[in-house]
């Protein structure tokens, strides 16, 4: 009895310890530069990594291996590509194996997801609070080191689908303190002037409703957002110039992705994307079928035709990144390459399909609708390859599939031992089972 206690001590311990890391992890990559973040997580796996069982590492490296042979693959197409560019497009592809390997170590070892999502809310809360201080602020005072309206980062978004439960489950004070801090974190959105942080809130929300249930209700959720949001669009007023607001920008998004020649100065600077986008595209069909298959590797850039004055100090005519992830990726790493990306990144969503006990749990519809907000940045600021916005995304998206796998692996062997004990002809076994009658 004192060795079971024990055990259950030490493992509860681990379990606190990975929730603590897990949280700082996601405020580090908030307040962290990217290259000071990628030390930290790389040196805490290599820790985790030497402290772990085989099993688990296994699983860890199996979740992050269609990046690592993408990195392999981008290096073997990087031909006489310039040198600092490979090395920087290799460490955004790390980066990303590395965010997985560690949030699913770390994952393994949680036992409760609702202290998960508490410490989640706390984060989310915390930002959007600290984000209209600092807006706040700039009304009365000039703060140096910001230049401009900060934007609340997608992992603080988290919180919304848990105070939406919170709202839906809870009663009296409780009730209306969550309902406060759903307009607190409502606002900071709308303070970002981000269509992205929109967007993600959207997708979240239906998340949590369960509008991406299966694959076949996630099709029909989407086409319907896209009409509705097609309507929208068409009522929102036509930008005239001037400073671009959130309404602005929604109503010329779909203009503003859409490949354009560019030959319009106006046109080129306003809708950047798509001039960024239009170059790629001719790049790949210029490309040999070799490049086309396999990409032109890590390194590569896309030659915009012309020097493109954005500022003084800023001149562009080669693009060794690119706002639409599909493209970088195409580009990189050819046909092969996006079809492992998006293979990747949709096998994430068959852990919100496999344990049934959890179907409706708010871990499970959490990961739902954070596949799908990695899904849609991947178009407009380069998804998992973005210098720092994902981050703490990508580590909480491994942390949730960690802990869903030990859940079914427990399950698993529950199920097991039941059997095994279970006399034939009595419950549990096929004999028994009035279904196998």
Known sequence: MSNFISMRSVTRAKALRARTLLVLLLVSSVILPAPHFTGVIASLYVFYAFSTNAHDNGEALKLAMPFILLGLLGTLMSGDNDEYLIFKDAWYVA????CLSIGMLLGQREKDFSDVVRFATLIGITGAILMIAIIVSQQFFIIPWLSETPKLPLICLLAVPVVFDNIKFRNGIYKVIQIFFLIVILLSILFSDSRMTILATLILIGGWAGAFSSFR???INLSVFAL??????GLLPEYQGGDLTAFSKMQRSIEEILPTDGFDEASRLLNWRGFEAFNAQLMFEQGSIWRKIFGFGLGAEVNLGISVEMSEEMVYQYLPTLHNGFYFVLIKFGIIGVVMYFSAIISWFRWSKIP??????LSVRILRGLVIVVIASTLVITGLFNKNELHGVTIFIAYTIGYISV????????RM????VTPKGQFGSPRGDPTHA
Not at 228 to 233: C, E, G, P, R
Not at 417 to 420: D, K, N, Q, S, T
Request: net charge positive; no cysteine; charged share 15%.
């Open 95 to 98: 980066k990303i194996a590395i």
């Open 217 to 219: 209700i996630t099709l």
């Open 228 to 233: 509705v949001a097609s309507a929208v669009w």
């Open 356 to 361: 049934r006990q959890l179907g409706s749990a």
């Open 407 to 414: 859940y079914l692996r427990n399950e698993a062997f529950t």
């Open 417 to 420: 031992a039941v059997l095994e």
